[in-house]
């Protein structure tokens, strides 16, 4: 239970931080009539992005499915959390897997909550290379999961054998 109060006030922040990036990004980029800050020139921006799908823009227009499938999502881990994240083994096992498990849980949250509200993300990170390349833009929300994904990844080839077994 005390494991679980920790991840729940962790992710509230996190979603707070989200939020509130999200909201300057509105207030400084769109509102603003700016749209695009030159952070980095040739490399970084801060750029308005009203994104109607998922993950590099798939999916456009599809909000209310996209909605779904990430409670669905969020449910499924909630519910089989013991399948997905180490509870027990060593120490850092069990420490990278709950940091893995709170961002994974406040960057589904945190796009879930923008698709509901306002039936788009806000995405506003622009990274790119000159006009060769053009990655595309991201929110704060998508970074958690993106260094979820990662943590899981190198549990999974770190954690030990007798661990990933009893899991």
């Not at 109060?5 to 990036?21: C, E, G, R, S």
């Not at 695009?36 to 992005?49: A, D, H, K, Q, R």
Request: hydrophobic share 55%; proline share 3%.
């Amino acid at each position: 239970m005390k494991h679980a109060l920790k991840v729940i006030v962790a992710v509230l922040h996190l979603l707070l931080v989200d939020a509130i990036t999200k909201e300057l990004a509105i207030h400084y980029l769109w509102k603003s009539g700016v749209e695009t800050v030159s952070v980095i020139p040739g490399f970084f921006n801060l750029t308005y992005v009203e994104n109607r799908g998922c993950a590099w823009g798939m999916f456009q227009g599809h909000v209310w499915p996209l909605a779904l499938f990430a409670i669905l999502v969020t449910a499924l881990l909630v519910w089989r959390r013991r399948d997905f994240f180490f509870l027990q083994g060593p120490s850092w096992c069990v420490k990278t897997s709950a940091l893995a498990e709170t961002f994974l849980y406040a960057g589904i949250i945190g796009n879930l909550i923008d698709r509901l509200w306002r039936g788009y993300v806000v995405d506003f990170l622009d990274i790119h290379w000159d006009e060769a390349y053009h990655f595309p833009c991201f929110n704060v929300a998508d970074i958690l999961i993106t260094c979820s994904a990662a943590l899981l990844i190198f549990l999974s080839f770190k954690a030990p054998k007798s661990v990933k077994k009893a899991g």
